[in-house]
């Protein structure tokens, strides 16, 4: 909270309060990429899902996620970071037009408060763990702290607190990993006494099978490519070069630092089966907890924290950035003066946060929680974007028709309007790619602004 605090100095703009000024260098981009979905989901949703289902079970995180990362720094970052953008809104405006923009930033916002309320539950629990205090009100503690610094500092305060935080996640994790594997008498030990299905990384042979596996790789490892979180932390490097760079170390960062939490979950099965839990989800917090030293238990749930803070701090501002950006500044037009433009970027966060703090009271699973919202993005915002940047017969209808049709398809196959045998996001993806192609042939006309 003093970092996010001091951190508002450098906020004089609306342009500092959501990219920090494009002024990031690599160390900074770099550990606030890593720390975008680090969060919840890997260290709680993952390793309950890992216990449960072996390494099939979390190819949508931490896998997922630094494909994701890896995918954008190959073919995304340099093209998007030329534009001068502010948001992903602005993206497709300088794509498709103003009002494919809108409708693109209309089906972005709503993902973000499952991303949100994910992170304030995961806060909730560890406060209820440590603490005793009630999932409300660890919840609404959580919101509070995270609304504090990032209402003040925007994305310099994301930026510089996620650097302390990386480094107290990656000393909390490998504390732990390294005294439980000391605890087993080795790493190799834990592996020789894990299920078989602990390291199974491919299916069977069966097509569903396969189905299932490309569709939990595509949820956030597709789904979180036009997402306004992972655009806001890389448009803010100070060059294209340096954004790049950034997200090749966070891809790499993600993956190895992501797999620790998998390790202590079941070193902890292995060497305390004793412990039993209604929620899965608190097996890490209750062995630290019950097994380990103080000083380690400060280690790591300080690492949780930390974990958890930055990736509620970068989803609050991502849709208050869109409201306030392609919705509400287009109202007025350039009428707006920055003190204004900031304190509209300021409410948006409160209603944001209030927003969230509702959906983590009437849903609490983690890992839904985060999948569902990605497979809103997968379905009708992937597509658009891809051809825009790469297929020179896109057009804005096609836009459209790949937008609404990709969605419309997806709720159909979801609520089981049309029954399916295949994912549903993976089928209503293929359905947003024939309407990209077909409202395209059908009705071409020339990009707006468009990319060479």
């Known amino acids: 909270m003093a970092l996010g605090a001091w951190s508002s100095r450098f906020v004089k703009t609306s342009g500092d309060f959501m990219l920090a000024g494009k002024q990031l260098p690599l160390y900074l981009s770099a550990s606030a990429l890593f720390a975008t979905w680090f969060g919840s989901e890997t260290i709680f949703g993952a390793s309950s899902e890992y216990l449960n289902h072996g390494l099939l079970g979390v ?25 001068q953008a502010r948001t992903l809104g602005d993206v497709y405006k300088k794509l498709f037009g103003k009002r494919i923009a809108l409708y693109a930033t209309i089906f972005m916002i709503p993902a973000y408060f499952g991303f949100i309320a994910a992170q304030l539950v995961a806060f909730g629990l560890i406060l ?29 305060a994301i930026s510089i607190t996620d650097f302390v935080q990386t480094i107290v996640i990656v000393v909390g994790l490998f504390w732990l990993t390294i005294t439980l594997s000391q605890e087993a008498g080795g790493i190799f030990i834990i592996m020789e006494q894990a299920p078989d299905s602990s390291f199974t990384f491919f299916p069977p042979p069966k097509a569903g099978a396969w189905m299932e596996y490309l569709g939990a790789w595509a949820i956030l490892g597709l789904g979180s490519i036009p997402s306004q979180d992972i655009y806001q932390r890389s448009m803010s490097a100070k060059s294209s070069g340096t954004a790049q760079k950034s997200l090749f170390l966070a891809s790499a960062f993600y993956l190895t630092i992501g797999l620790l939490p998998l390790f202590i979950a079941l ?4 060497l305390y089966p004793e412990i039993s839990l209604e929620n899965d989800q608190l097996l890490l917090p209750e062995l630290v907890l019950q097994h380990s030293s103080l000083p380690l238990q400060v280690a790591f749930f300080g690492a949780l924290l930390s974990a958890i803070m930055s990736t509620t701090s970068s989803s609050m501002l991502a849709p208050t950035a869109l409201i306030t950006e392609n919705i509400i500044k287009p109202l007025k037009y ?50 658009p974007l891809t051809a ?23 709720l159909l196959f979801y609520f089981e309007f049309i029954p399916i045998p295949a994912p549903h996001h993976l089928a209503a993806l293929a359905v947003s790619i024939v309407a990209m192609i077909i409202g395209s042939n059908r009705y071409p006309g020339p990009l707006s602004n468009k990319l060479s």
Request: proline share 2%; glycine share 10%.
């Open 59 to 83: 190819m949508e995180d931490p896998f997922g996620g630094a494909l994701c990362l890896l995918l954008f720094g190959l073919f995304f970052a340099k093209p998007i970071y030329a534009m």
């Open 267 to 270: 070193s902890g099965k292995i």
């Open 388 to 410: 825009g940047l790469y297929w020179k017969k896109a057009s804005s209808t096609g836009a459209k028709w790949s937008i609404f049709g990709g969605m419309a398809a997806y």
């Open 128 to 156: 209820g763990a440590v603490a005793g205090l009630s999932m409300e009100m660890g919840v609404m503690i959580s919101a509070a702290i995270v609304l504090f610094y990032t209402f003040l500092g925007g994305m310099w």
């Open 334 to 383: 350039d009428r707006w003066s920055e003190h204004q433009m900031l304190w509209i970027l300021r409410i948006c966060l409160v209603a944001i946060t209030l927003i969230s703090v509702v959906l983590a009271f009437w849903k609490t699973n983690i890992y839904s929680l985060i999948g569902e919202a990605s497979m809103l993005l997968l379905v009708s915002l992937l597509t």
